[in-house]
Nanobody, 118 residues
Framework: QVQLVESGGGLVQPGGSLRLSCVGSGFSVSAFAMRWYRQAPGKELEWVARIASARDTFNTENYAESARGRFTISRDDAKNTVYLQMNSLKAEDTAMYFC????????YGQGTQVTVSS
């Protein structure tokens, strides 16, 4: 059974950093493209970043315009975990962040809340 568990969110001041983690179970994160999404209050789900599967050697990382240059997605295959390193955080980054994988269908975790505020 595919499961995703996010953690690492919290309250941070503008300009600060957070690292989100997404632990997968029931599948190997290296075998599938993994994505991070976010949803701010009253807004639609927004794609943030994608990391390709280990077998894909081109275009291995992609970022939304809002994340490019500040966020980095990475994967630790030994821990079956995907990370989202977020630097230079802004108030508009405040949202619930979700990890996603499509195996036989779309799966999302329960999310982790990120609040950027002074």
């Amino acid at each position: 059974q595919v499961q995703l568990v996010e953690s690492g969110g919290g309250l941070v001041q503008p300009g600060g950093s957070l690292r989100l983690s997404c632990v997968g179970s029931g599948f190997s994160v290296s075998a599938f493209a993994m994505r991070w999404y976010r949803q701010a209050p009253g807004k639609e789900l927004e794609w943030v970043a994608r990391i390709a599967s280990a077998r894909d050697t081109f275009n291995t990382e992609n970022y939304a315009e809002s994340a490019r240059g500040r966020f980095t997605i990475s994967r630790d295959d030994a821990k079956n975990t995907v990370y989202l390193q977020m630097n230079s955080l802004k108030a508009e980054d405040t949202a619930m962040y979700f990890c996603n994988v499509w195996t036989d269908r779309d799966y999302y975790g329960q999310g982790t809340q990120v609040t950027v505020s002074s």
